[in-house]
Antibody, heavy 121, light 106 residues
Framework: QITLKESGPTLVKPTQTLTLTCTFS??????????VGWIRQPPGKALEWLAL???????RYSPSLKSRLTITKDTSKNQVVLTMTNMDPVDTATYYC?????????????WGQGTLVIVSS | SYELTQPPSVSVSPGQTASITCSGD??????ACWYQQKPGQSPVLVIY???KGPSGIPERFSGSNSGNTATLTISGTQALDEADYFC?????????FGGGTKLTVL
């Protein structure tokens, strides 16, 4: 059974850097084909994909946010870390991590419970 | 950038068939998948690779994808199917989500 859980600060100030950690179990990021993605959802709004990292350290980023995002993995700890710089109130959202497997038209399954991040001074 | 368009809302009577569309340029040449999200919960995959259902998802959920439109169909819709539904695809090695559709069962 695959599970994922997000952790990080609930409140960040504008201009600060957000660091979120996804801790997972049930698979290994050293196994061919495995990946973990980050997706966010502002309150009452749509899902927005942020980043994805694969077992081979292949990294993909949302074009609109690429300059602010960094995704890394720690295979020994079963963790994926996402950093987002220069946070703004519009970045207030629930941030999810999700399991992904490299495949044609790959999908996210399952998802973590999400963590709410509020950006406010 | 690539965009996926969904109707903001769809209504259906219990027991009837609900169809939720997702439109994008030549979407039929790509794979689409669908997620269900109930209030306060994380999204759950209900269809992948256009028409495949994950284990544990009721068979009343089905999908298709042709031309510019992918469609999620829920047959014999139940009250517990009331939720937001999001489509997703890939374009130029990046992930794209649709804007979501609120399905109301009334």
């Amino acid at each position: 059974q695959i599970t994922l859980k997000e952790s990080g600060p609930t409140l960040v100030k504008p201009t600060q850097t957000l660091t979120l950690t996804c801790t997972f179990s049930g698979f290994s990021l050293s196994t061919s084909g495995e990946g973990v993605g980050w997706i966010r959802q502002p309150p009452g709004k749509a899902l927005e994909w942020l980043a994805l990292i694969y077992w081979d350290d292949d990294k993909r980023y949302s074009p609109s946010l690429k300059s602010r995002l960094t995704i890394t993995k720690d295979t020994s700890k079963n963790q994926v870390v996402l950093t987002m710089t220069n946070m703004d109130p519009v970045d207030t959202a629930t941030y999810y991590c999700a399991h992904n497997k490299a495949a044609a038209g790959s999908w996210f399954d399952p998802w973590g419970q999400g963590t709410l991040v509020i950006v406010s001074s | 950038s690539y965009e996926l368009t969904q109707p903001p809302s769809v209504s259906v009577s219990p027991g009837q068939t609900a169809s939720i569309t997702c439109s994008g340029d030549k979407l039929g040449d790509k794979f689409a998948c669908w997620y269900q999200q109930k209030p306060g919960q994380s999204p759950v995959l209900v269809i992948y690779q256009d028409r495949k259902g994950p284990s544990g998802i009721p068979e009343r959920f089905s999908g298709s994808n042709s031309g510019n439109t992918a469609t999620l169909t829920i047959s014999g819709t139940q009250a517990l199917d009331e939720a937001d539904y999001f489509c997703q695809t890939w374009d130029s090695s990046t992930v794209v989500f649709g804007g979501g559709t609120k399905l109301t069962v009334l």
